[in-house]
């Protein structure tokens, strides 16, 4: 491939990969960074949210000129009652990121409309027939396969509305679970961007992947009509599916992406298992890559296989969790996992969201009598009794936007 390009080639601009290079540029100057993007545009089409509490010093400060809206805490809705948490709550969307991306790095350092069919740990291959050779290779392309994998999918559609009037939303429904209950636990999510557009995503906790995007659109427009809102039109739209995982193995997804460069994100199985937000995971692998001391092609390979496997081992609670979800509720009756879920403690969901749940926590979410049937949360617990559904490549190829 002749010489060196780069220091450091990152495959994806999406979430993951654009945080690493922010990151890299922040505390790494020194090296240069190539950001291949198959698109014209970086980041993709999607809407990232997540909680002040998930937060380090550093991944606050790296996330600052991220943030597209904030708020002083966020509402949930259930059948039996309407809480408000005063967690900080943030979100972003592409459009910042891609902004963000071409102010950090210089131009000749993104590769837009760059389809990579082959990497090795030191190169890049594009379908064009260009190659690019670098000091080390990250992956960060989104979930590529799904071996061993078993659980379920989180699926939504999400619109931006433009309303005739205010929505008079103080802050983001985070799950309003007092909607009809469809295709396993369903809730919607508003996020209040400005007084008269909200975001509004229609959710699923399913155990097939298959997605309705006319059918959603319709419940949406439901959901606004009930909400007392005038519609003007749509000013963005979102949809995916990803995977809610119960169990499996790190090394057989590590080995599902046929190559041995390093990888990051949500190929490399970083994102929480239950909630599946990626954003926090992301952010602080970038942060702790970027602080690492060696940065040459074996230090990059072992540092992601080791952080990799080290937050796969420790994600085993919030798996299980996800099993009790989907092998131990009846689909029509998740939402009363969830609405028992959020009578606990307020720090307590801080730290699960943030995936770092004290044992004191794990003993909490399961004491007291389960809002399943008792005999199949004991067969979850025992691991004797009913299991999760496996995820193969087959539901993967119908997924439409999903992790990036």
Same mark, same amino acid.
């Given at each position: 491939? =002749? /010489?060196?390009?780069?220091?450091?080639?990152?495959? %994806?601009?999406? !979430? @993951?990969? *654009?945080?690493?290079?922010? #990151?890299? &540029?922040?505390?790494?100057?020194?090296?240069?960074?190539?950001?291949?993007?198959?698109?014209?545009?970086?980041?993709?089409?999607?809407?990232?949210?997540?909680?002040?509490?998930?937060?380090?010093?550093?991944?606050?400060?790296?996330?600052?000129?991220?943030?597209?809206?904030?708020?002083?805490?966020?509402?949930?809705?259930?059948?039996?009652?309407?809480?408000?948490?005063?967690?900080?709550?943030?979100?972003?969307?592409?459009?910042?990121?891609?902004?963000?991306?071409?102010?950090?790095?210089?131009?000749?350092?993104?590769?837009? =409309? /760059?389809?990579?069919?082959?990497?090795?740990?030191? %190169?890049?291959? !594009? @379908?064009? *027939?260009?190659?690019?050779? #670098?000091? &080390?290779?990250?992956?960060?392309?989104?979930?590529?396969?799904?071996?061993?994998?078993?659980?379920?999918?989180?699926?939504?559609?999400?619109?931006?509305?433009?309303?005739?009037?205010?929505?008079?939303?103080?802050?983001?429904?985070?799950?309003?679970?007092?909607?009809?209950?469809?295709?396993?636990?369903?809730?919607?999510?508003?996020?209040?961007?400005?007084?008269?557009?909200?975001?509004?995503?229609?959710?699923?906790?399913?155990?097939?992947?298959?997605?309705?995007?006319?059918?959603?659109?319709?419940?949406?427009?439901?959901?606004?009509?009930?909400?007392?809102?005038?519609?003007?039109?749509?000013?963005?739209?979102?949809? *995916?599916?990803?995977?809610?995982?119960?169990?499996?193995?790190?090394?057989?997804?590590?080995?599902?992406?046929?190559?041995?460069?390093?990888?990051?994100?949500?190929?490399?199985?970083?994102?929480?298992?239950?909630?599946?937000?990626?954003?926090?995971?992301?952010?602080?692998?970038?942060?702790?890559?970027?602080?690492?001391?060696?940065?040459?092609?074996?230090?990059?390979?072992?540092?992601?296989?080791?952080?990799?496997?080290?937050?796969?081992?420790?994600?085993?609670?919030?798996?299980?969790?996800?099993?009790?979800?989907?092998?131990?509720?009846?689909?029509?009756?998740?939402?009363?996992?969830?609405?028992?879920?959020?009578?606990?403690?307020?720090?307590?969901?801080?730290?699960?969201?943030?995936?770092?749940?004290?044992?004191?926590?794990?003993?909490?979410?399961?004491?007291?009598?389960?809002?399943?049937?008792?005999?199949?949360?004991?067969?979850?617990?025992?691991?004797?009794?009913?299991?999760?559904?496996?995820?193969?490549?087959?539901?993967?190829?119908?997924?439409?936007?999903?992790?990036?």
């Amino acid at each position: 491939m =002749g /010489a060196t390009q780069a220091d450091i080639a990152i495959l %994806g601009g999406g !979430l @993951a990969g *654009g945080l690493v290079a922010l #990151a890299l &540029a922040r505390w790494r100057p020194d090296l240069s960074v190539m950001v291949f993007e198959r698109d014209a545009a970086l980041g993709g089409n999607h809407v990232w949210s997540f909680f002040a509490t998930d937060l380090s010093a550093d991944g606050e400060e790296l996330v600052a000129p991220l943030v597209d809206a904030a708020w002083a805490g966020y509402d949930v809705r259930f059948p039996d009652y309407v809480r408000t948490l005063v967690t900080p709550y943030r979100a972003t969307t592409s459009h910042r990121l891609d902004r963000v991306l071409r102010q950090a790095l210089p131009a000749q350092a993104l590769v837009t =409309g /760059a389809h990579v069919v082959a990497c090795t740990p030191t %190169g890049v291959t !594009l @379908a064009d *027939g260009r190659e690019f050779a #670098a000091g &080390a290779v990250i992956d960060a392309r989104g979930i590529h396969d799904l071996p061993s994998i078993t659980g379920g999918w989180q699926k939504f559609l999400g619109q931006r509305l433009k309303l005739a009037r205010p929505h008079r939303l103080a802050r983001p429904i985070v799950m309003d679970a007092t909607v009809a209950q469809h295709d396993g636990y369903r809730f919607v999510y508003c996020l209040p961007f400005a007084s008269d557009e909200v975001f509004v995503e229609d959710t699923y906790y399913a155990d097939d992947p298959a997605l309705d995007r006319d059918l959603l659109a319709q419940r949406i427009a439901a959901y606004a009509r009930a909400m007392g809102w005038e519609v003007l039109g749509v000013v963005a739209e979102e949809q *995916g599916v990803l995977p809610v995982v119960a169990g499996g193995d790190f090394d057989r997804l590590r080995g599902a992406a046929g190559h041995r460069a390093a990888l990051a994100g949500t190929r490399a199985g970083l994102f929480h298992p239950l909630t599946s937000y990626s954003l926090p995971d992301g952010l602080r692998f970038a942060v702790a890559l970027a602080r690492w001391p060696g940065l040459g092609t074996d230090d990059i390979s072992t540092f992601c296989e080791q952080y990799g496997r080290s937050h796969w081992n420790k994600g085993w609670y919030y798996r299980m969790l996800s099993a009790m979800l989907f092998a131990a509720a009846q689909p029509a009756d998740r939402y009363r996992v969830l609405q028992r879920f959020y009578r606990l403690d307020r720090r307590l969901i801080e730290r699960f969201y943030a995936g770092q749940s004290s044992l004191a926590d794990k003993a909490r979410i399961l004491a007291g009598r389960p809002p399943v049937p008792i005999g199949a949360a004991l067969g979850v617990l025992t691991g004797l009794g009913a299991r999760a559904n496996q995820l193969d490549q087959g539901q993967l190829d119908q997924v439409s936007g999903g992790i990036s």
